[in-house]
T-cell receptor
Framework: EAQVTQNPRYLITVTGKKLTVTCSQN?????MSWYRQDPGLGLRQIYY???????DKGDVPEGYKVSRKEKRNFPLILESPSPNQTSLYFC??????????????FGEGSRLTVL | QQPVQSPQAVILREGEDAVINCSSS?????VHWYRQKHGEAPVFLMI?????EQKGHEKISASFNEKKQQSSLYLTASQLSYSGTYFC??????????FGAGTTVTVRA
């Protein structure tokens, strides 16, 4: 079954404690991306990756890091989480049409609370 | 920079039509539409590329006017299943995608 898998789905942590949210896709997609969703603000892109070892900033990259060492995996790293990073996070993958992402397949979301 | 969607919310009766608008201050190459049901992940509806094309998905269609940097999503003869939050995403042919804040559509029987 084609899918994007995120873990953990729910996490409560404390300020400053490094955490990683994993994302894996089994569709051989070149493009992967991370979004945060907050009430009234919609989806905001954090980082995206066009292929292995190629990543770039989205609209809200501050406080986050990513890496793309393998095509299927795109982890999101919060080195020193703060309460303003409390949010619902989505990972997504797609093929590409030139320099345009195709149909995005989203993971189920990871709800993160930073105390 | 996030595109601006309007209206923020709309309530419809089954069978009524609605239009959701999406505008950007940047030159656009692509517009992407998604629908999200409560508690679920967004689901793809359609992509429109530069060229003013119009696309359809069941009774949901969209237009893209790249000169005006705008797109509109048309919900025709709405069904209960159309309820959800609709997001437009805009791209400038550089892999980056910026989504709007969303339009919540409620369809009532």
């Amino acid at each position: 079954e084609a899918q994007v898998t995120q873990n953990p789905r729910y996490l409560i942590t404390v300020t400053g404690k490094k955490l990683t949210v994993t994302c894996s896709q089994n569709m051989n997609h070149e493009y992967m991306s991370w979004y945060r969703q907050d009430p009234g603000l919609g989806l905001r892109q954090i980082y995206y990756s066009m292929n292995v070892e190629v990543t770039d900033k989205g609209d809200v990259p501050e406080g986050y890091k990513v890496s793309r060492k393998e095509k299927r995996n795109f982890p999101l790293i919060l080195e020193s989480p703060s309460p303003n990073q409390t949010s619902l996070y989505f990972c997504a993958s797609s093929g590409t049409r030139g320099l345009v992402p195709g149909e995005l397949f989203f993971g189920e979301g990871s709800r993160l609370t930073v105390l | 920079q996030q595109p601006v969607q309007s209206p923020q919310a709309v309530i419809l009766r089954e069978g009524e039509d609605a239009v959701i608008n999406c505008s950007s201050s940047k030159a656009l190459y692509s517009v992407h539409w998604y629908r999200q049901k409560h508690g679920e992940a967004p689901v793809f509806l359609m992509i429109l590329l530069k060229g003013g094309e119009q696309k359809g998905h069941e009774k949901i269609s969209a237009s893209f006017n790249e000169k005006k940097q705008q797109s509109s999503l048309y919900l025709t003869a709405s069904q209960l299943s159309y309820s959800g939050t609709y997001f437009c995403g805009t791209g400038s042919n550089d892999y980056k995608l910026s989504f709007g804040a969303g339009t919540t559509v409620t369809v009532r029987a």
